[in-house]
């Protein structure tokens, strides 16, 4: 059972918009920032979105990060194909001394 | 560009200690900017965070994992290293390597990742 909560699977098709939401409570995303990260089939995770809302270079503006309260989303505009990916969402908790927590993840299916 | 890489045995046998290396190279893992962390993949699941280090060997550890976690810096070796006691079976995972960058107190990001290693706990 993950800290922060995501749909397990979301879908789109191409040239869509959507958005992979992750919740959390007061002592993650209530009182820190979000980040999003991209894992592609066999490969190693990537930075996608850090602080809340902010692209590391070289991520298309595609991509865009937002947070409310204690709920944050991930949004992707224009789907393409190469987006088919797992999305996990990541925040410092507060809670025991403080501490690492990610989502549990969401695949993203480009129909 | 910075790179990193993780290295140590593919199988642990039960009860036994983990044991695995990242080498940074490319940038020096003596920066005052950088946590480096630990994360963990079991197969077909989720990202787990294990720890992270300071270049001056100050660690934080995963509450659930803190009794049998154990992290270094080797700042001559530019290397930090990852020990887990006692494991079983549920520790089968790939583990990452990840550089965390402190974008402010309380609020760092993975930015650069190793390409994991996968360890299997069987006898």
């Known amino acids: 059972q993950s800290v922060l909560t995501q749909p397990p699977s979301a879908s789109g098709t191409p040239g869509q918009r959507v958005t992979i939401s992750c919740s959390g409570s007061s002592s993650n995303i209530g009182s820190n920032t979000v980040n999003w990260y991209q894992q592609l089939p066999g490969t190693a995770p990537k930075l996608l979105i850090y602080?809340?809302?902010q692209r590391p270079s070289g991520v298309p503006d595609r991509f865009s990060g937002s947070k409310s309260g204690t709920s944050a989303s991930l949004a992707i505009s224009g789907l393409q194909s190469e987006d088919e990916a797992d999305y996990y969402c990541a925040a410092w908790d507060d809670s025991l001394n403080g501490h690492v927590v990610f989502g549990g993840g969401t695949k993203l299916t480009v129909l | 560009q910075l790179q990193l890489q993780e290295s140590g045995p593919g199988l642990v046998k039960p009860s036994e200690t983990l044991s695995l290396t990242c080498t940074v190279s490319?940038?020096?893992?003596?920066?005052?900017?950088?946590?480096w962390g630990w994360i963990r993949q079991p197969p077909g699941k989720g990202l787990e965070w294990i720890g992270s280090?300071?270049?001056?060997?100050?660690?934080y550890y995963n509450p659930s994992l803190k009794s049998r976690v154990t992290i270094s810096v080797d700042t001559s070796k530019n290397q930090f290293s990852l020990k887990l006691s006692s494991v079983t079976a549920a520790d089968t995972a790939v583990y990452y390597c990840a550089r965390q960058y402190i974008v402010a107190t309380n609020a760092d990001a993975f930015d650069i990742w190793g390409q994991g290693t996968m360890v299997t706990v069987s006898s």
């Open positions: 602080s809340n809302n």
């Open positions: 280090i300071y270049y001056s060997g100050s660690t």
């Open positions: 490319g940038g020096s893992i003596s920066s005052s900017s950088y946590y």
